[in-house]
């Protein structure tokens, strides 16, 4: 019964919260939360409340990049954060979303990752743990912009005989650019952004945007059925202008 509700107010040009189509809900970010992390920042997107953390270890570079530090994107959907969710190994959602934020922030160059290399065979590894503390829709979205704010803030901690001195600092992470997630939902004839979670029950099909502050595209995931191509070419227009918005968020933090 409420899908229905949902769907006929969207028909009248209408939603349950009151906002317009292409408006966000009330956002919120709060840098350094977690105090043991090298980085780390809480996002909230209304009552959507992600919180990503960002430790960082001395690792083994990969074969095929031996110049360069790694990255690693982890999520965590608890079930104390939605009734969806399941106790146990992640599920294929955390996984996506880890996946689709790991690519975001790898294709954009976010990190000047050549500057991570410690020694022979010895670079940064960079970790970024993300943690879903209640899912009231569009997690995509607060996740990528938690993830993106955590490492604005990481520092390199100091190494002394090989070991880390962790509250002890060198330098800041090398971050370069700062890319943002915009998702961007079709339900019917109408375009959304930042669904809630009863919104996300009747979505038809929704495209991901990572966006870099220079307008290029460094990640793009669909979910869904197909989307006439006129209806995608306004997505990504959107897209674009609705990033600039985001990223007026963590430049303000």
């Known amino acids: 019964m409420l899908s229905k509700y949902v769907s006929e107010l969207l028909e009248k040009g209408e939603r349950m919260d009151g906002r317009d189509f292409l408006e966000w809900r009330e956002i919120e970010i709060l840098p350094n939360v977690i105090k043991k992390a090298e980085g780390s920042a809480s996002?909230?997107?209304g009552r959507t409340h992600v919180i990503a953390g960002v430790k960082l270890e001395i690792s083994k570079p990969f074969p095929d990049n031996p110049n360069e530090g790694i990255l690693i994107v982890n999520a965590e959907f608890p079930p104390i954060a939605s009734p969806f969710f399941e106790p146990g190994?992640?599920?294929?959602?955390?996984?996506?979303?880890?996946r689709v934020?790991?690519?975001?922030?790898?294709?954009?160059?976010?990190?000047e990752s050549e500057k991570l290399v410690?020694?022979?065979?010895?670079?940064?590894?960079?970790?970024?743990?993300?943690?879903?503390?209640?899912?009231?829709?569009?997690?995509?979205d607060a996740a990528a912009l938690a993830s993106v704010a955590a490492l604005l803030?990481?520092?390199?901690?100091?190494?002394e005989?090989?070991?880390?001195?962790?509250?002890?600092?060198?330098?800041?992470l090398p971050v370069v650019h700062k890319p943002v997630m915009v998702t961007l939902c079709k339900i019917k004839d109408k375009i959304l952004i930042d669904p809630t979670n009863d919104e996300e029950e009747i979505i038809e099909s929704?495209?991901?945007f990572g966006i870099r502050e220079d307008n290029v595209f460094c990640a793009i995931q669909k979910q869904g059925k197909s989307i006439p191509f006129n209806m995608v070419k306004q997505m990504i227009d959107l897209a674009l202008e609705k990033s600039k918005e985001l990223r007026s968020k963590l430049n303000a933090n």
């Open 206 to 208: 929704k495209i991901s």
């Open 43 to 45: 996002v909230r997107f």
């Open 161 to 172: 005989e090989e070991s880390i001195l962790r509250g002890e600092y060198i330098d800041k």
């Open 101 to 111: 934020i790991d690519r975001m922030i790898r294709e954009s160059k976010m990190i």
């Open 153 to 159: 803030n990481t520092k390199i901690p100091k190494i």
């Open 118 to 140: 410690i020694g022979e065979e010895k670079v940064w590894g960079v970790f970024v743990d993300i943690h879903v503390m209640n899912d009231a829709g569009n997690l995509m």
């Open 89 to 98: 190994p992640p599920d294929e959602k955390a996984i996506e979303l880890a």
